[in-house]
């Protein structure tokens, strides 16, 4: 959706990844991020390597790659992967940082000036949504990264937080410039999700 995602690129070396080569991709976000700022919020740039993202351990990574990516350049790795069934462990590597994430939000939201307030509003409405997705990964078994359908999914398991998830989504629209109304939902959602995700996550 125009101007209302992040567009989000991983590279896959064949080696570790050099300073210099982190440098280049930093920089070459940055550009994108500005060619392409009437369509993505943002341009972000991971990487990783070969052997790591090929490693048996790394069972989350390559389902992310399998079920939610596709390949833009060069081989498509995707074929020596899954098919995934959800589980409580890629759902807790996904958004298990949630109490964290939460921490450092709250902090921009007292201490930020507007546009930082704005933009934190924005930013943690999407990642409770998807924290709240998460959460229900294994019993709803659906694979997604559209926030609108993250949030379908959510109320046809958590129907009694469906005004929270139509607020989050609406506030990613149009931020409220009432910062009582944003911190009260916030602290009252980050703090329900940091005591209850893990628990939740892993019930069928």
């Not at 833009?72 to 589980?87: I, K, W």
């Not at 709240?132 to 109320?155: F, G, N, P």
Request: aromatic residues 12%; contains cysteine.
């Amino acid at each position: 959706m125009k101007k209302k995602s992040d567009l989000d690129l991983l590279v896959l070396f064949r080696e570790d990844v050099s300073e210099q080569e982190k440098r280049r991709l930093n920089v070459l976000g940055q550009s994108l991020s500005k060619t392409y700022v009437d369509d993505f919020r943002e341009v972000g740039i991971a990487f990783t390597n070969y052997d790591y993202t090929m490693d048996p351990k790394n069972y989350d990574e390559q389902a992310f790659l399998k079920e939610l990516s596709i390949c833009v350049e060069g081989n498509d790795l995707r074929s020596y992967f899954g098919p995934y069934r959800l589980t409580s462990e890629i759902a807790i590597r996904f958004n298990g940082d949630i109490n964290a994430v939460y921490e450092r939000a709250m902090k921009r939201l007292y201490h930020g000036d507007d546009e930082e307030f704005r933009q934190t509003t924005i930013a943690f409405a999407r990642k409770l949504i998807r924290t709240y997705y998460s959460m229900v990964m294994l019993r709803s078994q659906i694979w997604t990264t559209r926030l609108h359908e993250q949030a379908q999914v959510i109320v046809q398991s958590l129907l009694e937080k469906s005004s929270v998830i139509k607020t989050l989504l609406n506030w990613i629209d149009e931020p409220p410039t009432n910062p009582f109304v944003v911190l009260n939902l916030y602290e009252q959602e980050g703090n329900w999700l940091s005591e209850h995700f893990h628990r939740e996550a892993k019930k069928g």
